[in-house]
């Protein structure tokens, strides 16, 4: 399954398939990026992040693709669980200790 | 080893009212952050900290205010509360700058209702 950030954001899979999560990001001048899971009633967990000099990065079930000639991020989630439902954000680092968040993307998945 | 940990969990204030949310963490780090989530959306940084006796503002700012005393704690005041602060706060807790390819740390949020 795949989403488009603010204009789809709910997504629902089966479990086992694979997700992907997209977020567009606002400024060509981000040269760091992260991925946050948040769960209902929790507070964001990291993911995974990745900087503006690389186009791809894994981590365990996970992979971030940075495209900057579009500037758009997707995030990828193999194998996609019922742990993985929750609320998936993109964040932005503008500059110095600023990041801006996306509006985020609603995973559910569906056993 | 506890992280970040915020006080309360839920208040409901009344219009005009004030209040001070509290956060600590207890990893030694210097960068700290307040951010506001408002439903369906994203997070918005309110104020941040690079250390003790630093901070500056984030990107919504107005109605709140911050200390940052000690390494640990980075409190976070409304003086004349209204309703369009009804949100849920986000304290999180950094041992780098963003950038820094650390991992930050989320305490579990304060839910306002302002009525």
């Known amino acids: 399954g795949e989403s488009v950030g603010l204009h789809l954001p709910t997504l629902s899979v089966q479990e086992g398939d694979n997700s992907i999560i997209n977020c567009a990001y606002s400024?060509?001048?981000?040269?760091?990026f992260i991925w946050y899971k948040q769960e209902s009633g929790k507070g964001p967990q990291f993911i995974i992040d990745i900087r503006s000099n690389m186009d791809k990065r894994q981590g365990q079930r996970v992979t971030v693709l940075l495209n900057k000639t579009v500037k758009h991020l997707s995030l990828q989630i193999a194998a996609t669980q019922p742990g993985d439902s929750a609320v998936y954000f993109c964040?932005?680092?503008?500059?110095?200790?600023?990041?801006?968040f996306g509006t985020g993307t609603s995973l559910t998945v569906i056993p | 080893n506890a992280g970040v940990t915020q006080t309360p969990k839920f208040r409901i204030l009344k219009i005009g009212q004030s209040m001070t949310l509290q956060c600590a963490q207890d990893?030694?780090?210097?960068?700290m952050y307040w951010y506001r989530q408002d439903p369906g959306m994203g997070l918005k940084l309110i104020y941040y900290?690079?250390?003790?006796?630093?901070?500056d503002k984030g990107e919504v700012p107005n109605g709140y205010n911050v200390s940052r005393s000690t390494t640990e704690d980075f409190p976070l005041r409304l003086e004349l509360a209204a309703p369009s602060q009804t949100s849920v706060y986000f304290c999180?807790?950094?041992?780098?700058?963003?950038?820094?390819?650390?991992?930050?740390?989320f305490g579990q949020g304060t839910r306002l209702t302002v009525v």
């Open positions: 964040a932005e680092n503008i500059s110095g200790n600023q990041f801006y």
């Open positions: 990893m030694n780090h210097n960068y």
């Open positions: 999180a807790s950094r041992a780098l700058p963003w950038g820094g390819n650390t991992e930050a740390f």
């Open positions: 900290s690079v250390g003790a006796g630093i901070t």
């Open positions: 400024n060509s001048a981000s040269d760091y």
